[in-house]
């Protein structure tokens, strides 16, 4: 097209204009190239955009990068501040009447932990009901009922985390504390090993190990794990039901015809869109790994790994809301710039694989953010 | 194969019977189930907020708790909330655009289309947290490190430092990261609408001798600018909700400040900060807050919606 257009000398319908244009023509400067400049530099500027997100953070956690080199990834212990020394029967180390202080210490493992533990437990609640109200709405849904089911899931995958995260906070999280959480606790302990894995906490004081009854607070991770499948709910719903949307209609048809009854061909339906909709799960999931603020009013913060679920955690992006403005020194910076890293990184690795699996289908995953 | 047909028995049939109508009940279910979750989430927010809400929130600042009139309103984030968004649109917008226009016009015989296509999807996915902090380490960190470092620059440096007295957190930060976010938002949905003009209006535009610019920006924009108000508008609920990428930079304030080079005042940040803060007066604040913002959100995407499908409506009157 571009060709045709500059081929073809400008047919403006006053002389002036175009003596001015075939002026600037001259001087190489035709508007067709300023707006093919500039577009280009639009486009340009995303992929800098990336760029910059990705060089940026290297650079500042560079110096984290190369004290805690792999260890970061397994260490078990957050630690921004310096501590009094202590040796292994408990007492304070001394030298020369000063209290020899130990390094702060960096391990990203706690909030890896979190992030993923929170993100199953998410997609394992979201998954199995987003599924069923696409499945719903695709085969099931009354004509008239669509348009304002569909608007009602659109709207909630726009409303603000951070209004999810008041709810959880103040509804949510008081309400599990009260009466989910007792009720769970009276009614499992009786299986063998439930009560050790979920009700009780360890912890280790002057080398011998403490285990009492854990607290029930509300703000652990099971709230942050609920708080974070509704949020995921409408996002999943959508893309779920654009995926099994475009199944064709033979498909069904052709099942049906052999006889099959509703299950048997909504379930061919899921099983042909299968990676499709192991796509809208992956979007969910990365969506779930980046949530801020929601899950940093609900999960408790709590910087150590604990196998129980009703206990408070940490994600990576709920130590960094919490820790990024108060960081004073620069190794600490430096380390919560590294969990940015992995973070990112991690949310990358996500999006590209679900967006490889979802195109093709007709849904449009960039809407769905 | 066709000897070898099996018939299924009556009590298998029913079985799979039974299974199709039990699933079919869970599906209905789970639909109700999240509607009404999620009906309750939203109408809890909703009834909280109206319940907190007064004429002294949009007139008043905010008045520290155990002073009289307390807790006051929450004016200075509306106008800075107001600002932010204007100053991320200025850059957002037009930058957004121009991408967009290259993806849908240029992009066809260039090897820039797909990546940056790609990359604007995966970008949109970015947690919004990590652009918060590439903010802070470009705008926030290097100004307020390195002061001296800069002074004895140039009397450029000297002149762009004045600019930020303080040296700290400031508004340009915020609404540079909420830029970041708008920009990959806006590119790809004025893509989408572009696209949706027909191809012969490019066609009649270059026959009649106008130049390809000259195509774009009088035939081809004009023709979709209804769809593309409402991407922007889109991208500006999202942004508008968005905490994350401004604790960092524009970090929020209680005082009313219309200079965006200091820390400036957001609604949503001052809404989580009353909401996990210890008060109850502030707490009821930020439920005031909050309605404020689901109401804005609301109603762009009731806009989008309408306009959307009456444009629908429109083109299949055309067709």
Known sequence: MSE???????????????????????????????????ARTGAVCILLMLAALIIVLAITAWPAITTFGWKFLVGTQWRPNELPLIDAAGNIVYEDGEMVMSPPVFGALPVIYGTIVSSILAIGFAVPLSFGAALFLVRLCPKKLIGGISFLVEFLAAVPSIAYGMWGLFVLAPFLQRYV????????????????????????????????????????????????????????????RDVLKSVPRAQIEGTLALG??????????LRYSR??????VMLGLARAAGETMAITMVIGNNNQINKSLFA?????????????????????????????????????????????????SNANTAAAH | MSAARKRISPAYQNYLNTKSTVFKGLCIAFTAAILAVLAFVT?????????????????????????????????????????????AGVVGIPLGMLAGIYLSEYSSNSWLGAPTRFISDVLTGVPSIVVGILGYELLVAPISANISYWMQFTWLTRKLLHLFPNGTFNGYAGAAALAFIMIPIVARTTEEMLRLVPHSYREASIALGATKARTILKVVVPA??????TGIMLSIARIAGETAPLLFTALGSRLL??????????????????????FKEEQELAWAGMLILIGLVFILNLVVRLTIHSMQRNKLARA
Not at chain 1, 260 to 269: A, D, G, H, R, V
């Open chain 2, 224 to 229: 979709a600018t209804g769809s593309l108000v």
């Open chain 1, 312 to 360: 408070p955690a940490q994600t990576m992006s709920s130590l960094l809301a919490n820790e990024f403005a108060e960081a004073s020194s620069e190794i600490h910076r430096a380390a919560l710039t590294e969990v940015a890293l992995i973070l990112l990184l991690m949310s990358l690795i996500f999006n590209v694989v679900a967006r490889r699996l979802v195109v093709g």
């Open chain 2, 257 to 278: 400040t219309l200079d965006p080079a200091n820390p400036f005042p957001s609604l949503t940040v001052q809404v989580f900060t009353y909401a996990t803060g210890p």
């Open chain 1, 181 to 240: 959480e007792p009720t769970l606790k009276s009614g499992l302990s009786w299986i063998p090993g439930v009560n050790a894995w979920l009700f009780v906490q360890t912890s280790t004081r002057t080398g011998e190990s403490i285990t009492s009854e854990l607290p029930l607070t509300g703000r652990d991770m099971f709230c942050g794990g609920l708080v974070l499948a509704i949020m995921i709910l409408p996002i999943i719903t959508a893309i779920s």
């Open chain 2, 43 to 87: 109408f809890y927010l909703l009834q909280k907020g109206f319940t907190h809400i007064s004429l002294s929130f949009f007139t008043e600042l905010p008045i520290p708790p155990g002073m009289e009139n307390a807790p006051g309103g929450m004016k200075n984030a509306l106008i800075g909330t107001i600002i932010l968004i204007a100053l």
């Open chain 1, 275 to 280: 990676s499709a909709l192991f796509g809208a």
């Open chain 1, 4 to 38: 045709l257009s500059s081929n073809i000398p400008s047919l403006a319908p006053d002389g002036q204009r175009r003596n001015r244009s075939l002026i600037l023509e001259h001087r190489g400067l035709s508007t067709d190239a300023i707006m093919a400049g500039l």
């Open chain 1, 260 to 269: 099959s009854t509703w299950w048997q061909s909504s379930f061919e339906m």
